[in-house]
């Protein structure tokens, strides 16, 4: 179980390198510079020229995908549902901008095969950078919340997300310095998320690490007899961390519970439920085509008729912190629809076309795991970085050579 054996490096595979640069820029530069995301599709014009110019559309170098098809198809469909609703009611234009350059790559990516050891390497490089950041912001600067030039939620979903990349790669290797690289990324990587203090996304990250270490290490069976003491070791270590960082978030989870309890709304959790329930009137106003940017004057309606209190009224949300209803109030239902295609397709595509594929299958379930739960109190498909890293991990996992692919 868990097994991966990887190919060794052909000339052919440092042309695809090349193919997948807007994938190794949205794992790490995209991350470090102010607005990184702006940048992106740019990138990927670039690859498209450069596609172009070295005949990549060549029958001999085209690679049928399946898997790569729909996918491509569900991220253009995206886009363009995306960009009615913008016509139609305003919109978030850098949304549309990503969903469109990422359909554009999607498309160009049916022809493009990504070596193991690249995929291995962008990650360890992507992983470095969010270790390094998070670590000088949180001890050093004593920032109790690391982001860098990012909102601390889409940051938190970015760093978990490279983990569960790092987590796959720790358990599909056959090589052990792989492995044993993999397993401390993973636990580092992990304790940086901890430090962003977004709680709806360590639970999903903490949830994932834990139930596929207990697998892993129960599915071994030259560890069967110590499995237990090394998943106790192991789970108590990763815990105890992540407790230790996460304390001040897990207190005042408590005290917000308790203050819900007596009946005050105004804490951090408290407006996420009066978000949620403005949100879920809201969208029922206009399902077939949504609110798009007229949902801030509906929102303003609600509060005067006394459905949030003024606190809430005061905070004019962007977003209503649960992807799913934020979706359906500004893009009706074929937004929600398309998101749901987005999302779940890839888990899908997994299951059918990878199941003999443990990295891929393992690595798209988690992140479909991750990115779910992170929906119920973010909108990671609203942010550009996260869309990009989503829809980028996903094409280049279906483009992964493996031995076990046909």
């Known amino acids: 179980m868990f097994k991966h054996t990887p190919q060794a490096f052909r000339a052919s595979d440092w042309l695809n390198i090349i193919n997948f640069a807007p994938l190794v820029y949205v794992m790490t530069v995209m991350w470090w510079i102010p607005d990184g995301d702006k940048y992106s599709p740019a990138i990927i014009l670039a690859i498209l020229v450069f596609f172009i110019a070295s005949q990549a559309w060549k029958t001999s170098q085209r690679a049928e995908n399946s898997a790569k098809h729909l996918f491509a198809s569900a991220v253009t469909a995206s886009a363009l549902i995306c960009g009615t609703g913008y016509l139609l009611n305003g919109g978030s234009i850098s949304e549309l901008r ?33 270790v390094t950041v998070s670590y000088y912001q949180y001890f050093i600067e004593g920032i109790p919340r690391t982001h860098l030039y990012y909102n601390p939620i889409p940051y938190a979903t970015g760093l978990a997300t490279v983990m569960v990349s790092s987590l796959f790669l720790a358990v599909t290797s056959r090589k052990l310095p792989v492995t044993l690289s993999a397993w401390v990324v993973t636990l580092l990587l992990f304790s940086a998320t901890a430090m962003t203090g977004t709680r709806g996304v360590v639970l999903p990250a903490a949830a994932i690490l834990c139930t ?131 999302l779940g397709l890839p888990l899908a595509l997994a299951a059918k076309y990878y199941r003999d594929t443990p990295l891929v299958l393992g690595s798209i379930g988690g992140m479909t795991v991750l990115y779910t739960v992170a929906s119920l109190t973010d909108v990671p ?26």
């Open 381 to 406: 498909f609203n942010h550009p970085v996260t869309i990009n890293l989503f829809v980028l991990s996903s094409i280049a996992l279906f483009s992964l050579k493996t031995e076990s692919q046909r």
């Open 98 to 130: 990503t969903l469109a350059a990422l359909s554009i790559f999607a498309w160009l990516s049916t022809a493009f095969k990504l070596n193991y050891w690249a995929w291995l390497a962008v990650i360890f490089i992507a992983a470095a950078g969010f």
């Open 212 to 342: 596929v270490t207990i697998y892993y290490l129960c599915g071994r069976k030259k560890l069967r007899k110590t499995a237990l003491a090394a998943t106790v070791a192991t789970l108590t270590l990763i815990t105890a961390l992540g407790a230790h960082i996460f304390e001040d978030r897990i207190n005042l989870t408590v005290t917000e519970l308790s203050l819900i309890a007596s009946g005050n709304k105004t804490s951090s959790i408290g407006l996420r439920l009066q978000f949620w329930e403005a949100a879920s009137v809201m969208a029922t106003m206009e399902p077939l085509t949504g609110l798009g940017e007229g949902h801030k004057s509906v929102y303003q309606d609600l509060a005067a008729q006394g459905l949030v209190d003024q606190k809430a009224a005061a905070y004019a949300p962007y977003h209503y912190h649960n992807q799913f209803l934020d979706t359906l109030v500004k893009q009706g239902v074929p937004g929600l629809l398309a998101l749901l295609l987005l």
